[in-house]
Nanobody, 115 residues
């Protein structure tokens, strides 16, 4: 059974930091490309960061220099460290696992950046 379980969202002030976690089942973690997407109200889901071929991280321009994707192979977990958060980062953040044609999504975790 495929499982992607996100955690770590919440309310944070502008300029603050949060770390999101995504725990994946072992087979998914080893065989699928992992990443993070987000969807703000009234907008399409967009890429935030993901590992591409060779395990190299790829970031959306809007988060470069502020967000860092990482993984802990021992814990089958991928992280998204978010710093210098802005109100426009407010969205539901989703963990994604992809090995086309198969693709899976987590349930999402809300991140709200507001004073």
């Amino acid at each position: 059974q495929v499982q992607l379980v996100e955690s770590g969202g919440g309310l944070v002030q502008p300029g603050g930091s949060l770390r999101l976690s995504c725990a994946a089942s072992g087979s998914i973690f080893k065989l699928y490309g992992l990443g993070w997407y987000r969807q703000a109200p009234g907008k399409q889901r967009e890429l935030v960061a993901r590992f591409i071929s060779g395990g190299i991280p790829n970031y959306a321009d809007s988060v470069k220099g502020r967000f860092t994707i990482s993984r802990d192979n021992a814990k089958n977990t991928v992280y998204l460290q978010m710093t210098s958060l802005k109100p426009e980062d407010t969205a539901v953040y989703y963990c994604n696992a992809r090995n086309l044609p198969r693709e899976y999504w987590g349930q999402g975790t809300q991140v709200t950046v507001s004073s």
